[in-house]
Structures are given as structure tokens and as C-alpha cells.
């Protein structure tokens, strides 16, 4: 346990915890953990090689060797990446020549040859039937020798690992920061957040959990130490059983509910009571999750229980009516009382101002639209600044094209803007566009919404007397939600917009079965400014004008890497678009390891196909998805920029190519490019237009400042506030 609490302070923060205590002369430990560090693409601050260098050689050793190992994971340096043309990126031939050389080969009889009659089939012949096909002809020590050494460049990503707190301190303040998120985090989060509980269980807790979720697990740490959980809902209830019996607290999947202890069924059953007692309205949320309650009350036994809380499994059980909020909502619609339905939506703040755009195109006449804006404006207060945010970033895409303002990157992008499609993507990843056939909204009702957002947001940051930016995270979106957010290195929310250097880009996927025979395919899809005329890079398509795949690999029981190279300077379509497929075997949450990931190099620099320090992405796969589009790269007029995807879509059953895909992913592409997603921007604006002065470089002689950056500097006044992609959530007002 111990371990895994050291690992995830590492990898979350980038700061090593204050384990050792012993007295020592370690220098020469620390200085070759910082050369080794130097490979992987990170570098020891100065505070933590002070630190290093005062232990005893022994205990030197030990942190270096468990920091290293958690900086090798995080890149993906770990396994042993072997493409299957030993000397990729050269020497890669011809899709067809390489196909007939195996067909050839098999006929020929070769050692290890397949019956013939298995080659040939009535669409052709099977290249899974050739021998030389799919699997490694070489190992990896022979794939080694015959790549010249790796020349490192200033260019190179260069981490810094910081040196932190005790342990204690380390765990206690990244537990208060997932468990006070009041983003919805990604499964990641939630496993690490479930892993910290039991750990910070007897020390402070946090005065409140924002999050229903977070707070399941939180509450169930609580129910097992004797405290009381914090529940004001019946699907807090729910969500609270779920955490208890290990399983979905987000309730997007059935849980196997436990036999829990008499004590614990009996603090579910009074925090119902207490629910119920206090607001009988609060069973209408019963509907939602009918059957995970009727489950529930099989492991319950509501019928020994005669308080108020009975009344939920009733209302499961459809012995009783209890109709919704959103139910009511709509028969009022139906009615035609929209009078009515504002007023039902008023008591319900998140609820209503969920619902801003259809009430307002719902509208009758202006006193009707001026009634909603009215009630939305009163609401604001009462919401997370998370669906302040939303709201915002609706009203932003809802202006005319010409109208909007600088929420969304600053720089030129490629593709021209898509108003009439509208884009959706689920808390799993899932994502699909439609015509958007709603009609516009009142122009002065946008404006007037949109300042209200504004002041409200403003009312609630925190405003430094001196803020300092890093200019590259200007175009990072504002996590408003990591449910679909992958884990791994370098991970961005969905819309960022981030440069990208160097004269090569470099797509990898590594995946390792667990008991089936799994071929996952690395493809690229490369587009004109418009998001059309497409060409594709894949298994059936090796090389061309600036591109050159590393070969199919059709099995990965030891682990398998596939490669695919695109020239920034050769390449003729400005939009590339990386993608991994399912082909066969086991699901992306099925396997033992699977994530994707890039590289920006320069094409002096040579090394291996797989060099650490030149790592920038590594995101997990994961999910029961079959086609995952992890992120697009677009030149502008001023270079290469990645724009963050996360998409996780089904595909078909089994055999998904990219050529098959390529409508699907075209579409959904150009419409997230064209979609205007709140950045860091829109923050630094909104304070700078308030007065806060906005730096870019570290001004001389001030106290503590706020810095937004990718990495902060290594000397900041004391007290100052950092925030960087491991934190991000922080700039999201609770």
C-alpha cells in the first residue's frame, strides 16, 4: 500500500516525498539520478538533488530507483518498443512488394511455411496465414544494434521532479485536492481518490465533497470508521452502497451489491429516513435508478424498516408514484405552462440553468425571454461555477460566428468554421454530430447572460495582486469535466489547443494481451484544410509523401508497438489524425497494457524508434470502446498544433480500418475544431480586464504571485500560487 500511496504522489505532482530521514553523503547518487533522469525527459530541481545528496548512499538509492520507475511508466518507457521493420523509419518497403515477398516466402515452402490451402481464400488470400506476417522476425536486442545513437537536443521535453513534503503532507493535500474537485473526475481519479481515503482517514477531512461521486467514496470511509456520511439525496443513498460494495459510484454501470454488516444497512437506512423525512419530494429521483434500487433492497431488507425511507424501494418497486423534477418539467412543456415549468425549474438552480437554451427558445415573446434571463441571473449564485463555465461556453457557441469572443484559441486554425453541425460527446467518450436545426437565440439575451457569467466567475477566482502565464497554456481548455479524460503523461482537456514542434511527429501504440490473441492498428488519416479529400496511413498503406508506417503486428502476448512517422515539412495535408483500432481480440479494457502516445523530433536526432525524452503524450487505453481517437494535429499558418480529442468510439464488432472510419471520424473532427471551448485565456482575460496585472515573464521584485504555466520556476517568491496541467482543476471556481 505504501508503494502505491509514494507512486501516485509522484506521478500526480511531480514532487518526491519526504520518505528518508537518515544523515549521509550521497552527492555522486543524486548527480547519476539525474543523469538517468536526463534519458526519460526529466531533470531533478536543485531542492530535491540538496535532499538526495544528504541521505546515505542506501537510502539514496532506494527513492532514485522507486522515482525512476514510476518517470518510466509514465512515458511509456517501461517496455520494450520493437517495431516489426527492424529499421524503421528506414528501409520500409512497398505495401504490395512487402505482401507478395510474404506470399512468395509461403509458396516457397520456407521453414515454418502455412498449408497452402490456408493462404488462399475466395477474396484473395489470407495474410494472417503467412508465416512471416504480423509477428516479430527479429528481437529486440538485433533491433537495438542497428540504430545509430540518440542525439539529445535543447528541444527535448524536460520535466522537473521537485522535491515535497512528508508523505503524510504529500497524500493529505492531493486527497483534499481530488476530493474537494468540483470537476467530475475521470475513473483514474476516482481509483486514486478510493486508494487516499482509507490512507487520510484519521486525519483532517474536508468540510465538504462537492462531488456526488467523490463524495460516495469519501462517505464509505467515513461509514467504515464510525462517522457519518454527508448525504442530502436518495441517490447519495445509492451511490454510497455502490462505493461499499467496490463497485460504479457514477452509476454508468451495474453494481453487484454486497451482503453488507447489520450496522452499515442499518446508517443506509437512517440516512434514507433522514432524506425523506426532511424532503418527501427528494423520492422523485427514485425513477432514474429503478432497478439498481430494487438490487439494493434485496440486500437491505426495507421490509423490517417502517420509517420514511421505505418509501423508496415502494416507489422502485412501482407501488408508488413519485413523479421528478425533470418529469414534471416536461408535462408542463406538454401543457404549454411554460410559465409553470420556469417556475418548477427556479427551485432547482443546476437544473434550470441546464435547461437556459431550450427555455429560451421556448419563449413566446420578449417579456417571456426577458422573464428567463431574469431567473437565470438569480440562479447563477447558486451553482457550481463549473455550470457558470458550461453555460458560458454554451452562450459562446451560440453566437454568430462573427460575434464570438476570446474563449477559444487565438491563433489561426485549419478548417473553416462548421456552425450548422452540432457535436456531443458522452461521459465515456462516445461522440456524434447532427444538423443543428434549433433556432437562434435573442441576441440581447446572449449578451446579457454571457456578462452575467462573466461577473459571476470573476466573483468567485481568487484575484492575484501579480499573475504570471506561461503563453502556451493560454490555449488549454478549462477542465469543466475529466469523465472521459484518459490517464497517462501529458494529457490535456478535450478542445486544447496546445504547439507542436519539430520537423517530425512520431504516433506510437503499445498494447500487451492478456489471454486472447488481440491486433490492435495504428492509422492515420490526413486531410485538406476543409476536412476532406482524405488519404490514409495504415497497415494497407506503409509509406508516402511524408509518412512511413512501422509494419502490422498482429499479436502482442509479450507486448507489441506499432509506429507511424509524419513530416511536419513534407507532409502535404495540413490535418493529420491519429487513431487506434480494434481489429480483433480483447477490448482496450480487457487488456493487460495498452496506451498511445507521440514523439516531436528532429530527424538528425536518429536513436531508437522509442526515446523517452521526446515523449510528449502517453494516454492510457481504456474504456469498451473499439476506435479511439486520442487527438488531431493541424497546421496553421504560424506551425503544427495538437487539438485534444479524447474520443472513444464503438466502431463495428471486429475488423475496423481506418478507411471504414472515415466519414464518422472526418465529421467529428471538423465539428470539435470549429466548437469554441473556454481556455485559460478566457480566465487571464477576464482578470486582466479587472485589473489584476498579467505577466509572461517573472517580474523583478514582487511577493508571491499566481502562476499559470506547463512547469513553474524553480525559484518563486514564497507563498506563491502554482498551477499546471497536474492541478488544473484548481482553476476551476468551486
Known amino acids: ?384 461555477g463549473r455550470v457558470v463555465l458550461g453555460l458560458r461556453e454554451h452562450l459562446e457557441n451560440r453566437r454568430p460566428q462573427t460575434a464570438r469572443g476570446p474563449s477559444g484559441s487565438g491563433r489561426p486554425s485549419v478548417g473553416h468554421p462548421d456552425p450548422g453541425r452540432r457535436v456531443f460527446v458522452n461521459r465515456r467518450g462516445g461522440a456524434w454530430a447532427s444538423a443543428d436545426e434549433r433556432p437562434g437565440l435573442p441576441p440581447d439575451a446572449l449578451t446579457t447572460l454571457a456578462r452575467a457569467c462573466d461577473a459571476e466567475v470573476l466573483r468567485r477566482v481568487p484575484r492575484p495582486q501579480d499573475l504570471v502565464v506561461d503563453p502556451d497554456l493560454l490555449d488549454v481548455a478549462l477542465p469543466l469535466s475529466a469523465r472521459a479524460r484518459p490517464d497517462g503523461a501529458g494529457v490535456l482537456p478535450r478542445g486544447s489547443r496546445t504547439r507542436v514542434t519539430g520537423e517530425l511527429l512520431r504516433f506510437f501504440v503499445h498494447w500487451r494481451q492478456t489471454s486472447r490473441t488481440t491486433d490492435l492498428d495504428l492509422s492515420c488519416l490526413l486531410l485538406d484544410r476543409d476536412f476532406a479529400d482524405a488519404e490514409h496511413v495504415s497497415w494497407t498503406r506503409l509509406r508516402g509523401e511524408g509518412f512511413v508506417h512501422s509494419g502490422d503486428l498482429t499479436e502482442a502476448p509479450g507486448g507489441a508497438t506499432e509506429f507511424v512517422d509524419v513530416s511536419t515539412h513534407r507532409i502535404r495535408r495540413p490535418v493529420v489524425v491519429p487513431e487506434v483500432h480494434l481489429y480483433s481480440g480483447e477490448r482496450f479494457d480487457q487488456l493487460a497494457e495498452g496506451f498511445f502516445g507521440f514523439m516531436s523530433r528532429d530527424a538528425a536526432q536518429a536513436g531508437l524508434p522509442f526515446e523517452p525524452a521526446t515523449v510528449r503524450l502517453k494516454s492510457d487505453l481504456t474504456g469498451a470502446g473499439r476506435v479511439v481517437i486520442p487527438a488531431a494535429f493541424l497546421r496553421g499558418e504560424d506551425g503544427w498544433e495538437a487539438l485534444w480529442l479524447h474520443l472513444d468510439l464503438n466502431g463495428s464488432p471486429g475488423y475496423n480500418t481506418v478507411e471504414e472510419h472515415r466519414v464518422t471520424t472526418t465529421t467529428l473532427v471538423r465539428a470539435i475544431a470549429a466548437r469554441q471551448y473556454l481556455t485559460v485565456r478566457y480566465l487571464v482575460e477576464l482578470l486582466r480586464a479587472d485589473g489584476v496585472k498579467v505577466h509572461h515573464e517573472m517580474p523583478q521584485g514582487t511577493g508571491p504571485v499566481t502562476y499559470l504555466g506547463f512547469g513553474a520556476p524553480e525559484e518563486l517568491p514564497a507563498g506563491s500560487r502554482v498551477v499546471t496541467p497536474q492541478n488544473l482543476l484548481d482553476l476551476v471556481p468551486a
Open 1 to 384: 500500500m505504501s508503494q502505491q500511496i509514494f507512486d501516485l504522489v509522484v506521478r500526480r505532482t511531480w514532487r518526491v516525498p519526504l520518505t528518508a530521514v537518515s544523515s549521509g553523503d550521497a552527492a555522486s547518487v543524486a548527480r547519476r539520478f539525474d543523469g538517468v533522469l536526463l534519458t526519460f525527459g526529466y531533470k531533478a530541481s536543485g531542492r530535491l538533488l540538496s535532499y538526495l545528496g544528504t541521505l546515505t548512499p542506501q537510502d539514496a538509492r532506494q527513492v532514485s530507483v522507486q522515482v525512476l520507475a514510476v518517470v518510466q511508466e509514465a512515458v511509456g518507457a517501461h517496455a520494450q518498443h520493437n517495431p516489426y521493420f527492424r529499421d524503421f523509419p528506414r528501409n520500409v518497403p512497398d505495401t504490395l512488394d512487402f505482401w507478395v515477398s510474404c506470399l512468395e516466402e509461403a509458396l516457397k515452402g520456407a521453414p515454418g511455411a502455412a498449408d497452402t490451402g490456408a493462404i488462399f481464400t475466395r477474396r484473395g488470400f489470407d495474410l494472417l496465414a503467412l508465416p512471416r506476417y504480423g509477428r516479430y522476425q527479429h528481437t529486440y536486442e538485433e533491433m537495438v544494434a542497428a540504430h545509430d545513437a540518440f542525439l539529445p537536443t535543447l528541444g527535448d521535453r524536460r520535466t522537473v521532479l521537485d522535491v515535497g513534503g512528508t508523505l503524510d503532507e504529500e497524500v493529505h493535500g492531493l486527497y483534499r485536492h481530488l476530493a474537494g474537485s468540483t470537476t467530475p473526475l475521470s475513473d483514474a481519479d476516482l481509483a486514486a481518490l478510493a486508494l487516499l481515503a482509507p490512507y487520510c482517514a484519521g486525519m483532517e477531512q474536508p468540510a465538504t465533497v462537492p462531488l456526488r461521486s467523490a463524495r460516495a467514496i469519501v462517505n464509505a470511509t467515513h461509514v467504515l470508521y464510525g462517522r457519518e456520511p454527508e448525504i442530502d439525496t436518495v441517490t447519495d443513498v445509492l451511490r454510497l452502497a455502490c462505493a461499499l460494495s467496490g463497485g460504479d459510484v457514477t452509476l454508468e454501470t451495474s453494481t453487484r451489491f454486497r451482503s453488507l454488516p447489520r450496522p452499515v444497512r442499518r446508517t443506509l437506512l437512517a440516512a434514507l429516513d433522514a432524506v425523506v423525512g426532511a424532503s418527501p419530494a427528494k423520492v422523485g429521483d427514485v425513477g432514474t435508478y429503478r432497478e439498481a434500487w430494487k438490487r439494493l433492497g434485496e440486500r437491505l431488507h426495507p421490509h423490517e424498516h417502517t420509517g420514511p425511507g421505505a418509501r423508496v424501494f415502494a416507489v422502485a418497486r412501482g407501488e408508488d408514484d413519485a413523479p421528478s423534477l425533470p418529469a414534471r418539467v416536461e408535462r408542463a412543456f406538454a401543457a404549454g405552462a411554460r410559465a409553470e415549468a420556469l417556475q418548477l425549474l427556479a427551485a432547482a438552480p443546476g437544473a434550470l440553468v441546464r435547461r437556459a437554451d431550450h427555455l429560451l427558445r421556448s419563449a413566446a415573446d420578449d417579456a417571456e425571454a426577458a422573464a428567463v434571463v431574469d431567473a437565470l441571473e438569480r440562479a447563477l449564485p447558486g451553482v457550481s
